[in-house]
């Protein structure tokens, strides 16, 4: 089964700058399609960005030209990079996976959430 840890949420001033890490450990064939999405309070998760096995990403209009999502595959790990944050960034931030095993089988694979906080 795949685990998907993430890191680098935290409180930031409106303007500033954080990276998100999204790292995969257990045994998996193939990673599809990674994304990234965001809950706010009392609103729907929404998709922020995506990344296909392809490279070709896909950037919700509220992030395009401040958000860059990003992976390293040696590492199966997958980052976001957030810049130019404002308040209205404020959310928890999830990482997904679509994984295909050996035997070609895919499924969505979520991560715990963390926490991305911008004051104004």
């Known amino acids: 089964q795949v685990q998907l840890v993430e890191s680098g949420g935290g409180l930031v001033q409106a303007g500033g700058s954080l990276r998100l890490s999204c790292a995969a450990s257990g045994s998996m064939f193939t990673i599809d399609t990674m994304g990234w999405y965001r809950q706010a309070p009392g609103k729907q998760r929404e998709l922020v960005a995506t990344?296909?096995?392809?490279?070709?990403?896909k950037y919700a209009d509220a992030v395009k030209g401040r958000f860059t999502i990003s992976r390293d595959n040696a590492k199966n790990t997958m980052y976001l990079e957030m810049n130019s944050l404002k308040p209205e960034d404020t959310a928890v931030y999830y990482c997904n996976f679509y994984i295909y095993t050996a035997t070609m089988t895919g499924y969505d694979c979520w991560g715990q959430g963390t926490q991305v906080t911008v004051s104004s």
């Open positions: 990344l296909s096995d392809g490279d070709t990403t």
